[in-house]
């Protein structure tokens, strides 16, 4: 009787160990997972993995010309990056692709999961090798960035000072017409120290068209060159007219230097000889 159960015990025993073993062997890891839930976590790591490449790349400058003008040089940071971005591009595709079968329940092959499977755990390391070793390139990227916008002028580049124009950056889209001619003119006209001038071609585009996507612009200018004037005069004017343009624009880009301005004016205002004691 004691044998007989030892060895229906054993025989349990060994039923389960194959059982586990057998669970254990099956491939892909997954089984757990249901064919939805695979396909949602690696769209969700494309996803992950794209953003970072997509971020990495947009933080660094377009790559460098090889001396082979067919071929890119693929030592390239940017290049490197940007391969990567279109193996997991060509990866989140196919993923999509299997999942909106899966979701109308159209036949599909059930390895190509395995293959996608394997395909991302290849890809992953190589995209966080890489963005650790482009660290650096994007770094100085990111440097280089913010030097040449310290490098440019005072008055928002309305008047030169180096680097582009501030106005070209924010109208790049606006169509070309009289009213960015006069823009232009008025520019230059205060460039020359012809402040009067300017700002008669500045007070034009305001009250000839009210539409102009230069309109914002030009009311700024005309404060702009009252504070290049520098002036008691021009400097009361152009902090007046910095805060009237706050006004009416208060949501600008340029409305925080736009604010700062007023402050400068201020400031140089208790430097000169026929200042206002208030300001003292």
């Given at each position: 009787?004691?044998s007989?159960f030892?060895?229906?015990?054993?025989?349990?025993?060994l039923?389960?160990?194959?059982a586990?073993?057998?669970l254990?062997?099956?491939?892909?890891g997954?089984?757990?997972l249901?064919?939805?839930?695979?396909?949602?976590?690696?769209?969700?790591?494309?996803e992950?993995?794209?953003?970072?490449?997509?971020?990495?790349?947009?933080?660094?400058?377009p790559?460098?010309?090889?001396?082979?003008?067919?071929?890119?040089?693929a030592?390239d940071?940017?290049?490197?990056?940007?391969?990567?971005?279109?193996e997991?591009?060509?990866?989140?595709?196919?993923v999509?692709?299997i999942?909106?079968k899966?979701?109308?329940?159209?036949k599909f092959?059930?390895?190509?999961?395995?293959?996608?499977?394997?395909?991302v755990?290849?890809l992953s390391?190589?995209?966080?090798?890489?963005?650790?070793?482009t660290a650096?390139?994007?770094?100085?990227?990111a440097s280089?960035?913010s030097?040449?916008?310290?490098?440019?002028?005072?008055?928002?580049?309305?008047?030169?000072?180096?680097?582009?124009?501030?106005?070209?950056?924010?109208?790049?889209?606006?169509?070309?017409?009289?009213?960015?001619?006069l823009f232009?003119?008025?520019?230059?006209?205060?460039?020359?120290q012809?402040?009067?001038?300017?700002?008669l071609?500045?007070?034009?585009?305001?009250?000839?068209?009210p539409?102009?996507?230069?309109?914002?612009?030009?009311?700024l200018?005309?404060?702009?060159s009252?504070?290049?004037?520098?002036?008691?005069?021009?400097?009361i004017?152009?902090?007046?007219?910095y805060?009237?343009?706050?006004?009416?624009?208060p949501?600008?880009p340029?409305?925080?230097?736009?604010m700062?301005?007023?402050?400068?004016?201020?400031?140089?205002?208790m430097?000169?000889s026929?200042?206002?004691i208030?300001?003292?």
């Amino acid at each position: 009787m004691t044998s007989r159960f030892i060895s229906l015990l054993v025989f349990c025993l060994l039923l389960t160990g194959l059982a586990s073993t057998t669970l254990a062997q099956r491939p892909g890891g997954q089984t757990e997972l249901s064919t939805a839930q695979r396909l949602e976590v690696l769209g969700s790591k494309c996803e992950s993995m794209r953003r970072s490449l997509g971020s990495a790349i947009s933080s660094m400058g377009p790559a460098k010309k090889s001396d082979d003008k067919s071929k890119p040089n693929a030592d390239d940071p940017y290049v490197r990056l940007k391969g990567l971005e279109k193996e997991v591009s060509a990866l989140l595709n196919e993923v999509n692709d299997i999942r909106a079968k899966n979701d109308r329940a159209d036949k599909f092959d059930p390895a190509s999961i395995d293959r996608l499977e394997a395909s991302v755990a290849e890809l992953s390391p190589r995209v966080e090798t890489a963005l650790q070793q482009t660290a650096s390139a994007r770094g100085a990227s990111a440097s280089s960035s913010s030097s040449n916008k310290k490098k440019k002028g005072k008055l928002f580049g309305l008047f030169g000072g180096g680097g582009e124009d501030k106005y070209a950056e924010l109208t790049g889209a606006a169509v070309a017409g009289r009213d960015r001619v006069l823009f232009e003119e008025a520019a230059k006209e205060v460039r020359k120290q012809h402040f009067d001038t300017g700002r008669l071609l500045f007070a034009t585009i305001i009250n000839t068209y009210p539409d102009s996507a230069f309109l914002p612009l030009a009311k700024l200018a005309i404060a702009d060159s009252f504070f290049l004037e520098g002036t008691t005069s021009g400097l009361i004017q152009a902090a007046q007219g910095y805060q009237d343009w706050l006004t009416f624009f208060p949501t600008d880009p340029l409305a925080d230097d736009a604010m700062l301005k007023v402050a400068e004016a201020e400031m140089r205002q208790m430097g000169l000889s026929d200042r206002d004691i208030s300001h003292a």
